[in-house]
C-alpha cells in the first residue's frame, strides 16, 4: 500500500482528502505545516507527497524542495489555488512532480497520483501537461446526437490538426473551454501545455505580467521573478476565454506578441521566443465592438482564422438527456453515490425547461439533485423552484412524459423492438433506456 504524506493546513479541506485516498488504498499521513512535515519525513519515509503550495509557516516551494534533497527518488505533487499556476509551473521546472489546481474532483488527484507513482522518470523537470481540466478532456467532451453537436463535432475535427488560431462563440456556460480543450487533445501538440486565462479575471495593470512574466523587483508586489502564460504554453495552447474584456492596451500587447511570437518579461531586455496556438472565447459579438473601436480589427482577423459556434442547449434538444446522464455519471462519482437516472417527471420537466444557464445550469443541477437524492432515480422533489415556474408542454412531440412506461412500449413496437432505434425515437441514449426497461420491468 503506497504512503503519502498530505501536507495541508485547511484541517477540514485535508481530512476529507485523507479520507478519499485511505477509500482508494492509500496509506495516509497528514500535517497541517511545514513544522509537522519536516517531522513526518524524519520518523517514516514515503512513496509520494502531496503539500500545498502555500502553508501557515513556510513556501510550499522551499519545503519541496528540502524534501527533494533529502529524497531525489520522492515524487512531489504541489496542490495550488488558479492565480499560483505560473509558480506552480515554475516549481515543476526546479524538481516538482506534478501539480494539480483546486478546486480538484477525485478522479483528477488519484490519475495525478498514480501517473506521478509510475513514471519511470518522475524527476523529468519538463512537466507534459501542467493545466488540468477537472477530467480529462477526452472524458469531458459528449458528442452529441442532434445536428448542432454533430457540426460541432465536425468542425474541431477539421481545425484541430492545423495550427490556425480559432475564435470559440458562443452564450455563457455552453462550454467553450470544453471545445478549446478538445481541439488541443486532437491537435499535434497534445503532449505539450494547455494554458486557460479568464481574461474578466485579469487587472488591465497585471495583464503583461500574467501573460508574459516578471524580473524580480520590476515593479511594485514583484517579490519574484515569475513565468507568463505564453512561456508557460510554449509548445502548446494559450485558451483566452472572453477576450473581449481585455482593455485597448493589453489588446496591443497581445497582438504584438501574436505577430513577432516573441515576449518580453516586464523588467526584461531579453526576448523570449514563444511557440504557441491562440485559442479564444467570447459571448459577445467582437464584430460589433471593433465597430465601436473596442476591439482592434488586426487583433480580430489574427485570432479569428477559423470560427467555431458554440451551441446553446436549446439548440442540441435531441443531447439533453445524453448530457444529463453524463453528468450523473460525474455527480456520482465525485459524491460517492450510486444514483441510477431520473423519473419519468424528472426527465419531462427537463424537456421543459428551457436552460437559460446552459450545460453549466444542467450541470449545477444534476449535481445537486445527485447530491440531494437517498433512492435510486432522481424525482421532483429534489429540483429547484424555477424548474416548476413554466410548465408550457412540448406537445405533439414523441419525447418522454408523465406516461413514459406507454411511450417505451410504443417506441418499441413502432420500431419492432429495436432498442437503438426505439431510444432516438424517444429522444435518449440506449443506457437510459435500458435503464427504464429495469424500472418498469418492460421486457
Known amino acids: 500500500m503506497p504512503k503519502i504524506l498530505l501536507i495541508e493546513d485547511d484541517i477540514s479541506f485535508c481530512k476529507l482528502l485523507e479520507k478519499f485516498l485511505i477509500k482508494n488504498s492509500y496509506a495516509v499521513t497528514t500535517s497541517f505545516s511545514a513544522t509537522e512535515a519536516r517531522n513526518a519525513v524524519k520518523k517514516e519515509t514515503f512513496d509520494l507527497v502531496l503539500t500545498d503550495l502555500r502553508l501557515p509557516d513556510d513556501d510550499g516551494i522551499r519545503l519541496m524542495t528540502e524534501i527533494k534533497s533529502a529524497f531525489p527518488d520522492v515524487p512531489v505533487i504541489l496542490m495550488t489555488g488558479y492565480a ?127 501573460f508574459f512574466g516578471h524580473l524580480k523587483g520590476s515593479f511594485t508586489g514583484a517579490i519574484s521573478d515569475k513565468i507568463g502564460y505564453f512561456e508557460a504554453a510554449n509548445g502548446g495552447t494559450v485558451f483566452l476565454d472572453e477576450i473581449g474584456n481585455l482593455s485597448y492596451e493589453n489588446q496591443i500587447q497581445l497582438l504584438r506578441a501574436l505577430q513577432e511570437r516573441k515576449i518580453k518579461p516586464v523588467g526584461s531586455n531579453k526576448e523570449i521566443k514563444v511557440d504557441i496556438r491562440i485559442l479564444t472565447a467570447t459571448n459577445e459579438d467582437l464584430r460589433e465592438a471593433v465597430k465601436n473601436g473596442d476591439f482592434r480589427e488586426d487583433l480580430y482577423h489574427r485570432i479569428n482564422e477559423f470560427s467555431i459556434h458554440s451551441p446553446a442547449l436549446s439548440e442540441r434538444e435531441e443531447d439533453l438527456m445524453l448530457f444529463a446522464e453524463f453528468f450523473l455519471q460525474k455527480a456520482n462519482e465525485q459524491l460517492n453515490k450510486e444514483v441510477i437516472g431520473f ?64 411511450a417505451i412500449v410504443n417506441a418499441l ?16 441514449t440506449r443506457k437510459t433506456l435500458y435503464n427504464k426497461l429495469k424500472l418498469y420491468d418492460i421486457n
Open 84 to 210: 499560483d499556476v505560473n509558480t506552480a509551473v515554475k516549481a515543476i521546472k526546479n524538481g516538482a512532480t506534478d501539480y494539480i489546481s483546486k478546486p480538484f474532483n477525485p478522479e483528477e488527484v488519484l490519475l495525478v497520483i498514480k501517473n506521478a507513482l509510475e513514471s519511470e522518470d518522475v524527476l523529468d523537470p519538463i512537466p507534459k501537461k501542467t493545466v488540468k481540466s477537472k477530467t480529462d478532456s477526452k472524458e469531458e467532451f459528449v458528442k452529441g446526437i442532434s445536428k448542432a453537436s454533430i457540426k460541432l463535432a465536425e468542425y474541431i475535427n477539421l481545425v484541430s490538426p492545423t495550427d490556425m488560431s480559432v475564435l470559440i462563440i458562443g452564450e455563457s456556460g455552453t462550454g467553450k473551454e470544453i471545445i478549446a480543450k478538445s481541439i488541443h487533445q486532437q491537435s499535434l501538440r497534445n503532449n505539450n501545455n494547455f494554458i486557460a486565462v479568464d481574461c474578466g479575471a485579469i487587472p488591465k495593470e497585471l495583464a503583461a505580467s500574467e
Open 343 to 406: 423519473s419519468p417527471e424528472v426527465v419531462a420537466i427537463f424537456q421543459k425547461y428551457p436552460w437559460p444557464g446552459n450545460l453549466r445550469e444542467l450541470q449545477n443541477c444534476v449535481k445537486r439533485a445527485t447530491l440531494l437524492t437517498q433512492t435510486d432515480f432522481i424525482k421532483e422533489a429534489v429540483l429547484p423552484i424555477e424548474f416548476f415556474q413554466k410548465t408550457e408542454s412540448n406537445s405533439g412531440d414523441f419525447s418522454l412524459s408523465v406516461n413514459e412506461k406507454d
Open 413 to 428: 413496437a413502432r420500431t419492432q423492438n429495436n432498442k437503438s432505434e426505439a431510444a432516438k425515437l424517444l429522444k435518449i
